[in-house]
C-alpha cells in the first residue's frame, strides 16, 4: 500500500522515445501530487517533472519541450511522454507521490518512492 510501481523504461537511440509509467492503487482516491526523478551513476538524484492531482504540470529545465508529463484518473497512473531521448537522460527513474489531498486517517500516506525504471539512450 501507498508504494508506486514505475514501468516503460529501455534502451533507445539518441532522438528517441519512451514512455513511462507511475502507477499508485490509491492515486485518484487520496488525490496525490507525483514527481518523477532520475539518478544517473555517480550523480545525484534530481528532479524531472510533476504533476499536481489538479493537473498542474512543472518541469526541470533540462526537459522542457521534450518530455510531457500527464495523468490518467481512471488507470491510476501518471505518465511521462520522453521524446528526443539524449544520451545524458541516461538515468534510473523513480516516481514519488509527493502530497495528498485526502489524510492520514483515510489511508493515504504520501512520500513513497517507487523501485525505478531503467532508461538509457545511446549515441
Known amino acids: 500500500q501507498g508504494q508506486p510501481v514505475e514501468s516503460g523504461g529501455g534502451s533507445v537511440q539518441d532522438g528517441g522515445s519512451l514512455r513511462l509509467s507511475c502507477a499508485a492503487s490509491?492515486?485518484?482516491?487520496?488525490?496525490?501530487?507525483i514527481n518523477w526523478y532520475r539518478q544517473a551513476p555517480g550523480k545525484e538524484r534530481e528532479f524531472v517533472s510533476g504533476?499536481?492531482?489538479?493537473?498542474?504540470?512543472n518541469y526541470a529545465e533540462s526537459v522542457k519541450g521534450r518530455f510531457t508529463i500527464s495523468q490518467d484518473r481512471t488507470k491510476n497512473t501518471v505518465y511521462l511522454q520522453m521524446n528526443s531521448l539524449r544520451p545524458e537522460d541516461t538515468a534510473m527513474y523513480y516516481c514519488?507521490?509527493?502530497?495528498?489531498?485526502?489524510?492520514?486517517?483515510?489511508?493515504?500516506?504520501?512520500?513513497?518512492w517507487g523501485q525505478g525504471t531503467q532508461v538509457t539512450v545511446s549515441s
Open positions: 490509491e492515486y485518484t482516491y487520496c488525490g496525490y501530487d
Open positions: 504533476i499536481e492531482f489538479d493537473g498542474t504540470t
Open positions: 514519488k507521490t509527493e502530497y495528498a489531498m485526502r489524510p492520514v486517517d483515510d489511508g493515504c500516506r504520501p512520500g513513497y
